[in-house]
């Protein structure tokens, strides 16, 4: 789950991680009001208005703006809120559809007075799958160019590895501080705040943090400018707070119906259209359908409960895409009976009326002969299948 800039920072804060004030704001009138208030507490008229959406490389879209007074604010404020943002990260890239901005944060501007004294790092913390360590990724050159340093120049991105078991050690902050260049009150200022983020990415569940650009002032403070937070949604009923983030108006909204239903749903480009229970047979569904020169629309993982209403929910939200010419369905049955998924096809089938694209059903396991049988004698347009390599050659023959 991906969380907004001021969210993520609100979660920083918590941690006691400094961090580049501001007010959040949905109108042109609240942004007034939360710059007002802005500027009784830092006392500096200049502010900077920020696109709040689930992607980076805002700046390079326009979503960031740098405003000197009230009027400046007005505009720049009244021209991003509304406006459909397109960054390197949006979908379709800069030539894409973008984003809608429903907010903007109204932070102060971290750079005054002397922005000179001011230096800009790259730091984010991940998991390596590969060697099962968290990872800080960190690089002297942070801003708005950083993809190219890591292209450009590798050798200027640092990676220190930590063994989760033993956590952040005191040598690994002092060793990052000394890569960057710090010393003296920003040295000690900085293990602290690294020691804090990683403290943070832990509590929180997290599977990113990425602080870009974490500012070195010209006072030796050290300040995540900007925040990009993603949650482990596996973990979030540790965290209702963190839950309740949620904003759905920057998920897909398939996505989001299909988890009212209780159904796990990535919408694909494909053509395809995958129902299957457990993630990893759902992989291996994918994988064939694209052996055998087709391309999967979606993953759907239906789960162990697969009745008539949830298979009809998956029914529907496969057959929104457009792009779906075949349907195939994968059932294991171990917690689940076949019988029962195979009457729940019927079922749905019924329900839904024509269905214009043909059905590929495979079951196996407890009961997987009664539910050929059910299949069969639906009188539905629906092909079964007993082998995986025979539901492929089913895919191939109609989408070819």
Do not use: W
């Not at 007010?23 to 500027?39: D, M, R």
């Not at 052996?291 to 239906?302: C, H, Q, T």
């Not at 059932?331 to 009457?343: E, K, L, P, Y």
């Amino acid at each position: 789950m991906n969380l907004h800039e001021y969210q993520g920072k609100e979660l920083l804060s918590s941690y006691g991680i400094p961090v580049q004030r501001g007010k959040i704001a949905s109108t042109v009138e609240e942004a007034v009001a939360g710059y007002e208030q802005l500027k009784a507490e830092t006392g500096t008229e200049f502010c900077v208005v920020k696109a709040q959406i689930h992607a980076g490389g805002r700046g390079k879209g326009g979503g960031v703006k740098l405003a000197k007074n009230m009027d400046d604010l007005k505009q720049h404020a009244g021209n991003i809120l509304g406006m459909m943002l397109k960054t390197p990260q949006t979908p379709g890239g800069l030539n894409g559809e973008g984003k809608l901005v429903r907010k903007v944060f109204i932070a102060e501007d971290s750079y005054a007075p002397d922005f000179d004294a001011n230096k800009e790092y790259y730091i984010s913390i991940l998991m390596d799958r590969g060697a099962k360590r968290n990872v800080i990724i960190y690089s002297t050159e942070g801003g708005m160019n950083i993809e190219e340093v890591a292209e450009q120049t590798p050798h200027l991105v640092h990676k220190e590895y930590i063994d989760p078991h033993v956590g952040l050690r005191d040598f690994q902050k002092r060793n990052i501080a000394f890569n960057l260049g710090l010393t003296g009150t920003a040295y000690k200022n900085f293990l602290t705040f690294i020691g804090n983020l990683y403290k943070a990415f832990i509590g929180s569940d997290a599977s990113l943090f990425e602080i870009n650009p974490c500012l070195k002032t010209g006072d030796d403070r050290i300040i995540a400018v900007d925040a990009k937070v993603t949650l482990d949604e596996n973990a979030l009923f540790r965290h209702p707070d963190l839950e309740a983030m949620r904003d759905t108006d920057e998920e897909d909204p398939t996505e989001v119906e299909a988890k009212s239903y209780g159904l796990n749903y990535v919408n694909l480009d494909g053509n395809v259209g995958c129902m299957v229970n457990g993630a990893g047979l759902a992989m291996a569904t994918m994988d064939i359908i694209k052996l055998s020169g087709g391309s999967p629309a979606n993953f759907l993982d239906v789960g162990g409960t697969a009745d008539a209403t949830r298979v009809e929910h998956a029914f529907r939200l496969i057959l929104r895409d457009t792009n779906v010419k075949a349907i195939l369905i994968n059932i294991f049955g171990g917690i689940v009976r076949c019988d029962r998924v195979a009457q729940g096809v019927v079922d749905a089938y019924k329900n839904i009326g024509n269905i214009p694209v043909p059905i590929i059903v495979r079951l196996q396991g407890t009961n997987a002969d009664l539910a050929k049988v059910l299949i069969d004698n639906s009188g539905l347009h629906v092909h079964s299948a007993i082998e995986l390599q025979e539901a492929a050659d089913l895919v191939r023959k109609f989408i070819s």
